[in-house]
């Protein structure tokens, strides 16, 4: 196939269709031909402005996946998003900016791009995303009370999202992260109540104990820690965990229990 590779690049420079020129673009990929692929795309005619925003979102991809090339990849991705932001294929440019920079370790620039898509279409395909991504970007730069507000304002517009469980689940740990352990364990039972067939409804059970454990309430927070065992994705890490609080339990009780012999003598006496 590499003898029509040089056939198709001058096929790219003329006028043709937008399908014949995706055609092109398509062929030299399959070729492993990245960068002129790339090229190929970013080059489709002017005949029809959803191809050529589907050519810069695709050559963007190709930077970011093909080539390992995240620095050209965010360049093309906002390029793509500045220019054709209120067609659908801009519009995911911008949702895909957002979790490129995330994935890049820059929480604030992922947000950044995230509350843009937003902007752009409040109700769109990707917007539960977006919001379920800005709220976790928000918690790792330590803001969890945003992290939260930005999951409600998902729970309101979505009511129906299959997100909903998980980040139920999530909201309950920013509580935590706060040290709001009375309104964590609330929430954690509130979604285990809400969602008890879900595979989120294991790690609300986990963080209830959790939760119980930081309030003190150590008899509770082992049982809840026994009813995770039993349905915990990771049993090993609830059984370490259900070892030291009955330690600690242990170390309660014999404190508790322990009572000093007021008429034992002392030699310094």
Not at 212 to 228: I, P, S, V
Request: one cysteine or more; glycine letters at 6%; hydrophobic letters at 40%.
């Amino acid at each position: 196939m590499r003898w029509l590779v040089p056939v198709l690049l001058l096929l790219v420079g003329c006028r043709s269709s937008g399908p014949d020129a995706v055609r092109v673009a398509d062929a030299l990929y399959a070729d492993g031909r990245w960068e002129q692929a790339a090229a190929a795309y970013q080059a489709l005619p002017d005949i029809s402005e959803s191809w050529q925003a589907y050519g810069a979102w695709r050559a963007a991809a190709i930077h970011r996946d093909a080539l390992k090339d995240p620095e050209r990849a965010e360049a093309a991705f906002a390029a793509c998003a500045r220019r054709w932001g209120e067609l659908e294929w801009g519009y995911t440019c911008q949702v895909e900016l957002g979790d490129l920079v995330r994935d890049l370790g820059r929480p604030r620039a992922a947000i950044d791009a995230y509350r843009k898509a937003l902007e752009i279409r409040p109700r769109g395909g990707q917007a539960e995303h977006c919001l379920l991504e800005s709220g976790r970007s928000y918690l790792t730069i330590g803001e969890p009370a945003q992290a939260r507000v930005e999951w409600d304002e998902l729970a309101r517009a979505f009511p129906r999202s299959p997100l909903l469980p998980m980040v139920a689940v999530e909201a309950a740990r920013a509580y935590d992260l706060e040290d709001l352990h009375e309104e964590s364990l609330a929430a954690y039972r509130e979604a285990q109540k809400r969602w008890p067939e879900h595979s989120s409804a294991p790690l609300a059970v986990y963080g209830e104990a959790e939760a119980l454990e930081q309030l003190g309430r150590l008899t509770e927070a082992q049982e809840a820690f026994e009813r995770a065992l039993l349905v915990h994705p990771n049993p090993d890490a609830v059984r370490l965990k259900l070892e030291r609080l009955r330690n600690r339990a242990d170390r309660k009780e014999q404190k508790a229990t322990s009572v000093p012999d007021s008429g034992k003598r002392y030699p310094w006496r």
